[in-house]
């Protein structure tokens, strides 16, 4: 079975930066994303990658602030949050499934890591 385990979340200012890391175990499918919820809002696409490191896909929300890259042999893949703003609180959450940016396309999920950016 899959499992997806995110870490990195906390506190951080705005403008400022945090990394969050999602381990992975089991087979786990071709690409791996990542999607946040804010409270009372709907769950968004950020950002996907394939293992392989062929290709990434960010949302127009983060494109040139987030960097999302993929380490198949830690089977580990990252979020570096780079100038966070102050409406992005939120959870963020780990994916695998077909690479795209809808959350159907994912299979299985990780519980997810909260990130609150200060003002």
């Known amino acids: 079975q899959v499992q997806l385990v995110e870490s990195g979340g906390g506190l951080v200012q705005a403008g400022g930066s945090l990394r969050l890391s999602c381990a992975a175990s089991g087979r786990t499918s071709s690409a791996m994303a990542w999607f946040r919820q804010a409270p009372g809002k709907e769950r968004e696409f950020v950002a996907a990658?394939?293992?392989?490191?062929?290709?990434?896909y960010d949302a127009d929300s983060v494109k040139g602030r987030f960097n999302i890259s993929a380490d198949n042999f830690k089977k580990t893949v990252y979020l570096q949050m780079n100038s966070l703003k102050p409406e992005e609180p939120a959870r963020y959450y780990c994916?695998?499934?077909?690479?795209?940016?809808?959350?159907?396309?994912?299979?299985?999920w990780g519980q997810g890591t909260q990130v609150t950016v200060s003002s």
């Open positions: 990658s394939s293992w392989s490191g062929g290709g990434t």
């Open positions: 994916a695998t499934g077909r690479y795209g940016a809808i959350s159907r396309e994912y299979t299985y």
